[in-house]
């Protein structure tokens, strides 16, 4: 059974004449003591209430014909959860006798009737579930004497509820009416719960308290929280359509000004605005076909009235057409030579990168043009390249700009959003080259292997077109949708390493590698810019710190491990940070302060990296290898050991696939050619084999590590430890051949750091360390090797004394 929405939507008082004390109320001693029952599923009816049912099922259609038969009453009553056929479990057990007025058969076997409740009642237990409910009931008679506390309470809803009434629109006159002139408690509660704006559960336990004084006491505060709620959204309203009527005054306004300034020869504000914009796109110098679109754009915008928010998104547009620098540039002075004593001024080593920088300089200035490759400075963290990328722009006298774009994941930072977006702007490109006011300056695009993608597009792919030379002629950015010509900006890039970074875009890229920095040049490089830049930041001078170059080179080795310098400047002004507190608590007895070694260790406290122990390796089957990282190189041990087992190979440390399979490759060269090395091996199914890489949690990959491992093994069964001062580095294949492997700098600089005094490289390599810094070849002994014969020939003699580089 539902609620008959097509009849009426809810009538609850029809007439409060006859319903309200209607005569034709029976007693309960003439009502019948066995009632048909009727469930509902979303309505509770009141005593007093009229309202129309739709009547859907077979035996509620059965029920209804055998009602209207005989005396039309039938009791109805709330389900517990809406099922079709209710059950007497489904029930609740309070509800109301009721009387059918109207009957009505539709085509569809759909019922439809009108109801009027007439008092509670209360199911004592059922006689009949079959064809429909037939129940045993009590009916429920308010005492006829009133109480006093029953008059108060019934005053004080009824007061309530007729506020709530002038306040809501939905109630009926006839409602309204009503309430005025009933003056009955108990048919006041049932006039306020069956109109009040409640959920089923609240109007069912208004129903099921038939003592007037309770009903009273729960009508009381769903009265206030009702009223309450009004309140709050009148408020609401009132504050809605104040801002409405302000907007709608304020424009009324406007259009009566612009007609009075019109009439008293005035200029319009408006007009003055379009003049104003139309003078930006004459100056601006912009091609004919973006003035066209311009120009366009601000007739539309002069038919658009003020207020309407269409307007602010068009001179938006228009402003940023006019205000770019379409024609204006920068007279850049290309001097070589001024431009290799910024260099040599900013930056002290890195030769190769300098050369190749003013290289393409003096293309530059020969050819008069900024076409060419575009510059990627690849190096790890703290080595120079974006202050090498200021410096070239300070060497061609343009302004610079840097665009981090470290975590950049959608297209439109670089391409823009299309105006259809609210609060779309132009991409970081566009809106750059706005903010330096010239078309060619030098634009520093850093981390570009930090980007992602996501659902929003790849930045990657939208670069391509920025990048290429022979695009960015007519780049596109999807707000301004008109070309602007990139071709004269100066792009440089620059990355950690490139490896993540899409391959279109690499292929577009010059690399120019930035090599980690040897100590001896971070002991320059401190004493010429670092301590220097730190002094003035703290505010002291020369003659108030002392800086020895061993101090330095105690900072440099014991202090900080990193390929470039922003470690080693954070420990530089920890040291004077403690110098100025020490002088400062002095009270002027101290007036310098000479920063020994030993002053070092006392301030600073053990120091981070201490010096590596090389008589840690006592065991057999330990190998020191060197790696590389976008921070630089390090050095690795790899561990191996035997146990019992059925032959497999059991490798740990986080490594990836491509050392598993070099970790396979030099077990099995090793067990083709043991005899041929001397090496004799156990029964080798009858034992595991595994390798460990320590710093599991760091992961690991890579060829280089193959003649580690070979090492490691070979080690392990001849029962041999290899020297702690001895690592090596190379791919191994299967055959027993050493190949070459990248980052030899980076992997030696990491091996006289941490003491190593012997290296063993591939002979493929040697070109590798002809470019290698004087300090390497003065602290490394290298041995150049072809194949695993020659390492076994270096690493397992007594006294190892291989050829200087």
């Given amino acids: 059974m539902h609620v008959d929405q097509d009849i009426i939507d809810i009538l609850k008082i029809k007439a409060s004449s006859k319903i309200v004390g209607s005569p034709e109320d029976k007693s309960s001693t003439s009502l019948s003591e066995h009632l048909p029952i009727l469930g509902l599923s979303d309505i509770v009816i009141f005593p007093g209430m009229v309202a129309p049912l739709l009547i859907e099922s077979t035996s509620s259609s059965d029920l209804i014909d055998d009602v209207v038969s005989g005396n039309r009453l039938i009791g109805l009553v709330l389900q517990t959860s809406p099922v079709d056929d209710p059950a007497p479990k489904d029930l609740h057990e309070f509800g109301c006798l009721a009387r059918v007025q109207k009957m009505v058969k539709q085509p569809n076997q759909q019922v439809r009737i009108l109801i009027e409740g007439l008092k509670r009642i209360r199911i ?160 601006s110098g912009m091609p004919e076909e973006t003035r066209a679109v311009a120009l366009k754009e601000l007739d539309r915008l002069k038919n658009i009235p003020v207020a309407v928010p269409e307007y602010s998104v068009s001179r938006h547009y228009v402003e940023w057409l006019a205000s770019l620098p379409w024609a204006t540039s920068v007279q850049h002075r290309l001097d070589l030579e001024e431009a290799s004593q910024i260099l040599e001024r900013e930056h002290f080593g890195l030769k190769q990168v300098k050369d190749r920088l003013l290289e393409h300089l003096a293309v530059m200035k020969q050819s008069r043009a900024a076409r060419g490759p575009i510059l990627c400075l690849v190096g790890p963290p703290g080595v120079g390249k974006t202050s090498l990328g200021r410096s070239i722009a300070e060497s061609l006298g343009r302004p610079f700009a840097r665009i981090s774009l470290g975590g950049i994941r959608d297209e439109a930072e670089i391409r823009g959003h299309r105006r259809t977006y609210v609060g779309s ?110 002094l003035k930041d703290h505010g002291l001078s020369n003659r108030q710190i002392k800086m020895p170059a061993a101090s330095i080179r105690c900072l440099v080795e014991l202090y900080t491990r990193e390929a470039g310098v922003r470690q080693l400047e954070r420990s530089i002004a920890a040291v004077l940070r403690k110098a100025t507190r020490e002088q400062m608590e002095s009270h002027g007895r101290i007036s310098s302060t000479l920063v020994t070694e030993d002053w070092i260790d006392h301030q600073l406290g053990v120091p981070k990296h201490p010096a590596p122990d090389h008589e840690s390796i006592e065991d057999s089957g330990i190998a020191v290898g060197l790696g590389w990282t976008p921070s630089g190189g390090e050095i690795l041990y790899v561990e191996a050991t035997s146990l019992p087992g059925r032959g497999k190979l059991i490798l740990t440390g986080s490594l990836g696939d491509v050392m598993k399979e070099s970790a396979q490759a030099a077990l099995t060269h090793l067990r083709s050619q043991a005899g041929d090395m001397g090496v004799k091996l156990p029964a080798m199914d009858a034992l595991d084999i595994h390798i460990h890489v320590p710093a599991g949690a760091t992961p690991k990959d890579g060829p280089s590590a193959g003649i580690a491992i070979f090492a490691a093994l070979a080690s392990l069964f001849m029962g041999k430890p290899l020297s702690s001062r001895l690592a090596m580095t190379g791919e191994i294949s299967l055959r027993g051949r050493v190949l070459p492997v990248g980052g030899v700098r980076e992997k030696l600089l990491a091996a006289v750091r941490s003491g190593v005094r012997e290296v063993v490289l591939p002979e493929a390599n040697r070109k590798d360390w002809e470019k290698a810094p004087t300090e390497i070849g003065k602290k490394l002994n290298i041995h150049w090797i072809k194949h695993v014969q020659d390492m076994m020939d270096v690493i397992f003699k007594t006294n190892l004394r291989g050829k200087k580089g």
């Avoid at 709050?232 to 409405?244: N, P």
């Fill in 425 to 534: 702007m132009p991409g970081r490109i566009i809106q750059t080259i706005k903010r330096l006011g010239a078309r060619n300056p030098v634009i520093l695009l850093d981390e570009i292997d930090k980007m992602g993608s996501d659902f929003r597009g790849d930045p990657a792919s939208a670069l391509l077109e920025v990048l290429d030379p022979q695009q960015n002629k007519n780049f596109s950015d999807h707000y301004l949708e008109v070309p602007f010509d990139l071709s004269e900006i100066l792009f440089i890039t620059t990355a950690n390493w490139l490896e993540p970074v899409h391959p279109a875009l690499k292929d577009r890229l010059e690399v120019i590698e930035l090599s980690s920095y040897t100590t001896a040049e971070k002991v320059q490089i401190t004493k010429r810019h670092l301590l220097p830049r730190q």
């Fill in 124 to 283: 004592l237990d059922f006689k009949q579930t079959d064809p429909y409910l037939l129940a045993r009931v009590e009916y429920l008679d308010e005492p006829a004497q009133v109480s006093v506390e029953a008059k108060a309470l019934a005053r004080t809803s009824k007061k309530l509820f007729q506020e709530i009434l002038e306040h809501s629109p939905t109630m009926t006159d006839q409602v309204k009416s009503t309430s005025l002139n009933v003056e009955d408690p108990e048919k006041l509660s049932d006039l306020i719960g069956a109109n009040l704006n409640l959920k089923l559960q609240e109007h069912q336990t208004l129903l099921s308290s038939y003592m007037v004084v309770e009903r009273f006491k729960i009508l009381l505060p769903l009265l206030k929280h009702e009223l309450e709620i009004q309140s709050i959204g009148a408020r609401i309203q009132k504050e809605t359509s104040s801002s409405i009527s302000k907007s709608q005054r304020n424009f009324y306004l406007r259009e009566q000004l612009r007609i009075i300034q019109r009439e008293l020869g005035e200029e319009d504000p408006s007009a003055s605005e379009m003049t104003s914009l139309k003078s930006l796109i004459d100056g």
